[in-house]
């Protein structure tokens, strides 16, 4: 049972921040689809970006079962403190900090995982985000910031030191990006090491990855990030392999085109017709992968991503969308 602070979650997957995508529509459909727990897209922690129209949508929602986490991103201890502070007064629940962001405009501000390089500093924030806000605090990290500066140890005793409630740590450095396979060894020294929950995160695709991981490691939960995207049965999937040692059948038609069809509409209410229909290419794609993949449907998956491309417009998007499933089922 994973907890953290006063809050205990019905399972152990966790769906991981992705910046673009866990938006409050996905969200939702993780959490219909099994993800107890879900973390919002990173929020840059300066007071300039609190406002602006693209962290609008990246907010608490209200609308969200609790508790509602938010994860900040940013370098200086005292915006961060700040800026959880008014995270907190919107309605935050749960605060987690993003020192695992491998991406370089992230990374060239000392942002992300490259803050695992300044052990101090990461102290001078625990320090202050814990001390400003009164809702537990969280991190996600890294191994380290290369192969032979793996550090994920000091600073998952820096958090707990510091009151931090959990820390996630994904199984490659910030060097490393996505690219190679996820370590598990790091994961799980540190959970040998520190007595605050400790989530695995990196590569867990398949019911028997998951279980794998948990037991390697003996973390107290695991986050799904990629493996989520265009396929949000995975949470209730993972956790029925977890529970009962048996796979679950892959989703259906009628369930694939009543997920496509919320997931699109929902983009559409929470961004608007321009914007919300360019987002919905993206997730459609993802959705038209698995199609293939998990259904066996070779090439139809492919087309309906090529052709849901060259739609501008809402109605239209439906449309396809009823008339693809129309035609397959």
Known sequence: MLQIGPYQFEHNIVLAPMAGITDAVFREICRQNGASYTLAEMVASKKQLWESKKSSTRHVDLNDPEPRAVQ??????QELADAAAWQVSQGAQIIDLNMGCPAKKVCSVAAGSALMADPDKVRKIF??????????????????????????????????????????????TREDKFQGHAEYDTIKQVKQQVNIPVIANGDICTPEQADFVLKYTTADGIMIGRASQGYPWIFRELNHYLNTGQKLAAPSLLEFETTMLQHTQGLHALYGEILGVRIARKHIGWYAQSLDNKLNQQGKGALLRKEFNLLNSPIEQIDLLEQFFKQLL
């Open 127 to 172: 320090n202050a985000v814990v001390n400003a806000v009164d809702v537990p605090v969280t991190v996600k990290t890294r191994t380290g910031t290369d192969f032979d500066n793996k550090n994920a140890m000091q600073i998952a005793q820096i958090a707990e030191s510091e009151g931090l409630k959990a820390i996630t740590i994904h199984g490659r």
């Open 72 to 77: 900040l991103i940013g370098t200086d201890p």
